[in-house]
C-alpha cells in the first residue's frame, strides 16, 4: 500500500516538472497518460488548457502610455538591458582568467550581480585546483594523449615549418626533395604546394604583353626619382649616355654636350684662361630653374641642362599628367640640391667636395631632362 502511494506522488512529481515545457509545446507523452490516469492532475491541466485558450481569444490592446515606463523601469532594475555589457565581459572572461587585466571584466563583476556571481564561481574554483596535489599520470594515459595529438598532426608542425622554410627556393627551381616528400605526406603542405604549382603552371600559359611606353617612361621616371640607377659619374663618357639622338633635341644641345665632354677632361685652369666672350655671352643667358649661372666647369654644364630644361617646358604640355608630375618631382629636389651646392661654393669657394657634388647635381637634372624629353618623344 505504501509502495503504490509512493509511485503516485513521485508520478505527479514528475507531471509538475514537466508541465510548463508541455504547455511551451513541447512533446511530453507521460503528460497525458498521467492526467488521463489522475483525476487531480487531470483537472489541473484541464483548467490551464481552458486559461490558454481563453487568454489566446481576448482581444490584443495596447496597453496605455502610462505601462510603458514602469514595465521599463521593471526590466531596468532586474538588469535586463544590461547585455551588451554582459556579453562583453563574456567575451573578455577568458582572458582575465588567464591572467590579462582587462579592467571592464572586473568593474562590471561589481556592478552586475549575475557576472559577480560567475566571476566569483569560476575564481573559487580556479583557487580550488591550483590547491591540488600534483600526481603523474599513468603510463596508458599518456600514450592515449600522445596517440590522439599524433592524430591530429601536431607532431609534425617542426616538419611543417621546414617545409615553409624550403618552400620558396623549391618555387624557384632549386633541388628541395624534402618538399616534395612532406608534401605527399602532410594533405596541408600537399595542397598548399598544389595550388602554388596550378598558379605558377596558369600563368606561364597566359599571354605575355609588352607595356605601353607610357608605363615604361613612368617606370623609368620613378626610379630615376628614387635613385636606382645610383650615382652618375662625371666625365664626356656619362654625357655621352644620355641618348639625346631619340627624339627632336635643339642641334645646340648636341654641340654643348660635346663641349662640356671636352671642358670636363681639361684641367680647370685652362678653361678659365680661355673662357672669351663667346663663353661669357653662353654662360649669361638660360639659366636652370631660376637658379644661379656658376662659372668654369659648372657653369658650361648648367647651360646645357639649362638648354634642356627649355626643350622640356616646350614640350610638357604634351606629356602625361602623372609622367609630368614624376620627373617634376625629382627636377624640383635636384634644383634644391644645386642651389646648397651653390650657396656653399659663395661662401667657399675651393671647396672641391660641393663642386663634385654640384657637377653631379648637374649631371643628374641633364639625365631625368634628357630621360623625360626621350619618351615624349616615343
Not at 220 to 248: C, D, K, N
Amino acid at each position: 500500500m505504501e509502495d503504490s502511494r509512493y509511485k503516485s506522488y513521485a508520478a505527479c512529481a514528475r507531471f509538475d516538472d514537466e508541465l510548463e515545457a508541455y504547455l511551451e509545446g513541447e512533446a511530453r507523452p507521460f503528460i497525458g497518460t498521467h492526467a488521463h490516469d489522475c483525476p487531480a492532475c487531470g483537472a489541473l491541466l484541464a483548467d490551464l488548457r481552458a486559461i490558454r485558450e481563453s487568454a489566446q481569444a481576448l482581444p490584443q490592446e495596447e496597453p496605455p502610455p502610462a505601462v510603458w515606463p514602469a514595465v521599463r523601469a521593471q526590466l531596468a532594475a532586474e538588469g535586463v538591458f544590461r547585455r551588451p555589457l554582459c556579453t562583453q565581459f563574456a567575451a573578455e572572461l577568458e582572458a582575465h582568467l588567464e591572467g590579462e587585466a582587462p579592467p571592464f571584466v572586473a568593474a562590471h563583476a561589481r556592478e552586475c550581480p549575475a557576472c559577480g556571481a560567475l566571476l566569483a564561481d569560476l575564481e573559487a574554483i580556479r583557487e580550488s585546483a591550483q590547491a591540488l596535489p600534483q600526481q603523474e599520470p599513468s603510463p596508458v594515459v599518456w600514450a592515449a594523449v600522445r596517440a590522439q595529438l599524433a592524430a591530429e598532426g601536431v607532431f609534425s608542425r617542426p616538419l611543417c615549418t621546414q617545409f615553409e622554410a624550403e618552400l620558396e627556393a623549391y618555387l624557384e627551381g632549386e633541388a628541395r626533395p624534402f618538399v616534395a616528400a612532406h608534401a605527399h605526406e602532410c594533405p596541408a603542405c600537399g595542397t598548399l604546394l598544389a595550388d602554388l604549382e596550378a598558379i605558377r603552371q596558369t600563368a606561364r600559359e597566359l599571354p605575355q604583353e609588352a607595356p605601353s611606353h607610357a608605363v615604361w617612361a613612368n617606370i623609368h621616371a620613378r626610379l630615376e626619382s628614387e635613385g636606382a640607377f645610383g650615382v652618375p659619374v662625371g666625365g664626356w663618357r656619362q654625357i655621352l649616355s644620355w641618348r639625346l639622338l631619340p627624339h627632336a633635341i635643339p642641334l645646340g644641345i648636341l654641340a654643348s654636350l660635346v663641349v662640356v665632354g671636352t671642358v670636363l677632361t681639361m684641367p680647370s685652369g685652362r678653361v678659365q684662361q680661355g673662357a672669351g666672350p663667346a663663353e661669357a655671352a653662353l654662360s649669361a643667358t638660360l639659366t636652370p630653374a631660376g637658379l644661379p649661372m656658376p662659372a668654369g666647369d659648372e657653369g658650361t654644364l648648367a647651360q646645357v641642362v639649362s638648354d634642356l630644361e627649355v626643350s622640356f617646358k616646350a614640350n610638357e604640355s604634351s606629356m602625361a599628367p602623372d609622367l609630368k608630375a614624376a620627373y617634376d618631382k625629382s627636377l624640383v629636389s635636384l634644383d634644391g640640391s644645386i642651389q646648397e651646392c651653390l650657396d656653399s661654393l659663395q661662401q667657399e669657394p675651393r671647396n672641391a667636395l660641393a663642386r663634385d657634388y654640384l657637377l653631379t647635381a648637374y649631371t643628374r637634372k641633364a639625365e631625368v631632362l634628357s630621360s623625360a624629353l626621350e619618351s615624349e618623344g616615343r
